[in-house]
Nanobody, 122 residues
Framework: QVQLVESGGGVVQAGGSLRLSCAAS????????MGWFRQAPGKERKFVAS????????FYADSLKGRFTISRDNAKNTVYLQMNSLKPEDTADYYC???????????????WGQGTQVTVSS
């Protein structure tokens, strides 16, 4: 089992930035690709970004390239999502997820956090 706990959400004005963190515990962090997803009110959960566990390869949803950056610190068992130039449409619950594997992945993921809320005001 891998337990994931997100933090760093909050309320920010449009154009601002936030950095989300996801701390993993349980099984070793190594060997797990990590992903971020988001779910806006009344909408389905969507893929945001993924990072491989050892090479640092990343993959993003096309619409978010250039504004969002995923990174990880394996020594701290933590993955991050840096979000810049935030827009009201970025308002959502953000979830991190873990998947056993060597690549980047859109789906499916094995473990999920509880989510952290991000609200971008106009």
């Amino acid at each position: 089992q891998v337990q994931l706990v997100e933090s760093g959400g909050g309320v920010v004005q449009a154009g601002g930035s936030l950095r989300l963190s996801c701390a993993a515990s349980g099984r070793t962090f190594s060997g797990y690709a990590m992903g971020w997803f988001r779910q806006a009110p009344g909408k389905e959960r969507k893929f945001v970004a993924s990072i491989s566990w050892n090479t640092g390869n990343t993959f993003y949803a096309d619409s978010l390239k250039g504004r969002f950056t995923i990174s990880r610190d394996n020594a701290k068992n933590t993955v991050y999502l840096q979000m810049n130039s935030l827009k009201p449409e970025d308002t959502a619950d953000y979830y991190c997820a873990a998947k056993r594997g060597s690549y980047v992945y859109i789906a499916p993921y094995d473990y999920w956090g509880q989510g952290t809320q991000v609200t971008v005001s106009s």
